[in-house]
Nanobody, 124 residues
């Protein structure tokens, strides 16, 4: 099992950048696919990006392609989400999640391991 803790959220202006970090603990972190999902007030949680356990595959929501980049460092047990050209519609609580099934969107469910979330607010 792994435990996940997100950090790096904050308040940024439109067009700005942020780097979110997801720190993992547990001996088997390197076999987990890790994703970033977000939930805005009054909206369903949505998939943002994910990276496979071996870094071979990455996936992005259409709304963030070309602006966000997901990466990981298995030696440091870290996963990152670099967010550029931020928009007000990116405002949400961002969660990292881990599973051993797939890095695709459908792999991140209630049975995945989740962090507590970090707030990102983009001002207009």
């Amino acid at each position: 099992q792994v435990q996940l803790v997100e950090s790096g959220g904050g308040l940024v202006q439109t067009g700005g950048s942020l780097r979110l970090s997801c720190a993992a603990s547990g001996r088997t972190f390197s076999v987990y696919n890790v994703g970033w999902l977000r939930q805005a007030p009054g909206k369903e949680r949505e998939f943002v990006a994910a990276i496979s356990w071996n870094t071979v595959s990455t996936y992005y929501a259409d709304s963030v392609k070309g602006r966000f980049t997901v990466s990981r460092d298995n030696a440091q047990k870290m996963v990152y989400l670099d967010m550029d050209s931020l928009k007000p519609e990116d405002t949400a609580v961002y969660y990292c999640a881990a599973n051993r099934d797939t890095a695709q969107n459908m792999g991140f469910t209630s049975t995945s391991t989740w962090g507590q979330g970090t707030q990102v607010t983009v001002s207009a």
